[in-house]
């Protein structure tokens, strides 16, 4: 039995369910993303397009702050998605807690 592949991955340009998308040619959105939770399947954008995050320890934190009710809701959810791609750990660049201006 073969399994076809399902359309909204191939509408979207991303490899597999689950598994987010840069997307420099959308006018807003930075990413893209086809979630799949149980028999669920949702496309999802999020990130707002030109904007640099994830510059302090301290904005990171700001931003789980601020979402931390809808990052909770799960793969199904664009904070979850922009938290997990945007604001990892492993992309922050200072370890000062103090947001600059200009920077």
């Given at each position: ?33 086809v ?24 904005q990171?934190?700001?931003f ?19 938290d ?20």
């Amino acid at each position: 039995m073969t399994r076809e592949r399902d359309p909204r991955l191939a509408r979207a340009g991303v490899s597999g369910f689950n598994k987010p998308k840069r997307t420099p040619s959308h006018p807003k959105k930075s990413h893209i993303v086809v979630a799949k939770e149980g028999d669920k399947v949702k496309t999802i954008r999020f990130g707002q397009q030109g904007v640099k995050t994830n510059q302090t320890v301290g904005q990171r934190k700001a931003f789980k702050s601020r979402h931390a009710k809808n990052i909770s809701k799960g793969k199904m959810s664009a904070a979850y998605w922009a938290d997990k791609t945007k604001w990892s750990p492993s992309k922050t660049k200072s370890p000062s807690t103090k947001w600059k201006k200009g920077s």
